[in-house]
């Protein structure tokens, strides 16, 4: 018979984790959250943008650390480079861009949906006063 463990075995709560998250987040995801986070409010980056940022990873990556973390952090402001709404989450995005501010391009009447998509050549924020201290 094997062994099974024991729910009480579990690993320890690590201090250092970052608050509201169950577990350590891997070092990567951290770093990506951490990029989220410095984007300032009416402002976005691609995920490609932010895997640039850190030097490691590419857009896919960074997309999958949004989807299984983002949550605790202002994920609307990572965004697909063609400026679409995320799919599935496109009207509470919508509520964070028209609460911040956010340029957005209105959907003309073809458009499915008749969502508007991120206006990404005034969205798009490059890292700006931050760009000296990113890691």
Do not use: F
Not at 8 to 30: F, K, V
């Amino acid at each position: 018979m094997s062994e099974q463990s024991n729910p009480d075995d579990a690993r320890p709560e690590d201090p250092d984790a970052r608050p509201g998250y169950p577990d350590a987040l891997p070092e990567y995801a951290e770093r990506v959250l951490g990029v989220a986070e410095l984007i300032p409010p009416g402002r976005v980056m691609t995920y490609g943008d932010v895997a640039e940022w850190l030097e490691e990873g590419g857009p896919r990556q960074v997309g999958r650390v949004m989807a299984l973390y983002g949550g605790a952090v202002p994920w609307w402001r990572v965004v697909r480079a063609d400026g679409a709404l995320l799919p599935g989450h496109e009207l509470r995005a919508l509520g964070h861009y028209r609460d911040e501010g956010t340029p957005l391009k209105e959907a003309s009447r073809a458009a499915e949906g008749h969502l508007p998509r991120l206006d990404m050549r005034r969205a798009r924020w490059d890292g700006g006063e931050h760009a000296d201290g990113h890691t």
